[in-house]
């Protein structure tokens, strides 16, 4: 009789896709990119990314920081039999577009910097199941895991380190429903589900609540004016949201890496020059200004980075004859870039801003 382990073999090969897979989960083959689903630094060279069959993943590329230096995973140490399907949970949690919720977390996707952070504590649980012979997280069960917990209860290491070991076992666990079958933890919840402090019978220092209890009028006020933005305000704010994401999936940069390049750079002869023309003309019309910036002389600029975006086009509108209409047309410039979504929301009976939403102004509003 064939054992769990080589059962476990087989389903992750068979025909390239495990048993079990979910609709919507994407499986890699040993070329997919790592990073697949994140988006990289301009001017980076895509056929320098890492590839999945690699043992190490740099992960620098997607990385924005300036100040951050090389970031990469290295899967060399993690156990041979193990390793296969620890690099499929990892390239899930880099590339799935929102992970997984779990309890006192804000369900936001990781970055690729906090999955690198993380990733020792995963290793000290796979290396744990490799020590007990275990070869495939579909083979743990309940019994393994308060063995587990038991083991880091007398380990000699930090509350913080088991903090975070508990609660990768948690957040493998946790993402059960996009996984094939043979990398899902038993169905319950690990340890009931009970809290780390509960669990260590002890509270890191780092969580606990130094904060000045609120006195309840500020309170109550924060509540009202937290009701009148979802009621009055939450409208306009998340169609100004909508309308950046919509500018800015526009810009050059990212063009670049779309799959629909060709279909976006297929104007006909003249196109561009009649869009920017009619552009122009309903400026005129409604009185509007061209987008613009505040420069450090003080003096008010076109800000040719969002007319890119406004049109879909290269930098090289600047110089051209297309350009110039723009540039010798008298239109005023505005300090800013106003968007076009109204201001319809009051505040006792008139509108609650006098100007439009700014273009750098609604991220801040929508993600507040």
């Known amino acids: 009789m064939m054992s769990r382990s080589a059962v476990t073999a087989v389903a992750l090969v ?21 990073l697949l689903r994140r988006e990289v630094r301009p001017g980076t060279d895509l056929g320098g990314l890492s590839r999945f069959a690699d043992d190490r993943w740099h992960l620098t590329p997607a990385i924005f920081e300036d100040h951050t230096k090389a970031v990469s995973l290295n899967f060399a140490p993690v156990p041979a039999a193990w390793r296969l399907e620890v690099k499929h949970y990892v390239w899930q949690l880099l590339n799935l577009p929102e992970t997984r919720s779990m309890r006192h977390a804000r369900g936001e996707r990781l970055a690729p910097l906090s999955i690198a952070n993380l990733f020792p504590n995963l290793k000290a649980f796979v290396r744990w199941l490799n ?39 948690r957040r493998l666990w946790s993402h059960c429903e996009v996984f094939p079958t043979c990398l899902r933890l038993p169905a319950a919840p690990p340890w009931n589900g009970e809290d780390p402090r509960d669990l260590f019978q002890q509270v890191r220092q780092d969580l606990e609540n130094r904060t000045p209890r609120i006195f309840e009028r500020t309170m109550q006020t924060l509540l009202l004016w937290a009701l009148r933005f979802v009621e009055d305000f939450a409208a306009d704010i998340l169609s100004a ?29 003249g ?16 009185g509007g200004h061209l987008p613009g910036h505040t420069a450090e002389d003080g ?22 004859g297309t350009g110039r209409l723009i540039t010798e047309s008298g239109l005023p410039i505005s ?14 009976g008139t509108p609650w801003r006098t100007a439009p939403v700014d273009y750098h102004e609604a991220p801040q509003l929508g993600c507040g």
């Open 241 to 269: 949201h909508a309308e950046h994401t919509r500018l800015h999936e526009r810009s050059p940069e990212i063009l670049l890496r779309s799959p629909n390049r060709q279909q976006q750079d297929s104007r006909q002869p």
């Open 131 to 169: 020590r007990h012979g275990l070869t495939s997280f579909a083979q743990v069960t309940t019994a393994h895991l308060d063995r587990y917990l038991a083991d880091l209860q007398d380990a000699h290491i930090g509350l913080d380190r088991k903090y975070r070991r508990v609660g990768e076992v």
């Open 335 to 348: 300090p800013g870039i106003p968007l076009d979504t109204p201001v319809t929301g009051l505040l006792d």
């Open 14 to 34: 068979r025909d390239g896709v495990p048993d079990g897979l979910p609709d919507g989960t994407e499986w890699p083959a040993p070329t997919t990119l790592v």
């Open 271 to 286: 196109q561009l020059r009649r869009e920017v023309i009619a552009y122009l003309k309903r400026l005129r019309s409604t």
């Open 299 to 320: 003096r008010v600029q076109i800000d040719w980075r969002h007319i890119e975006r406004l049109f879909a086009c290269s930098a090289g509108i600047r110089r051209n």
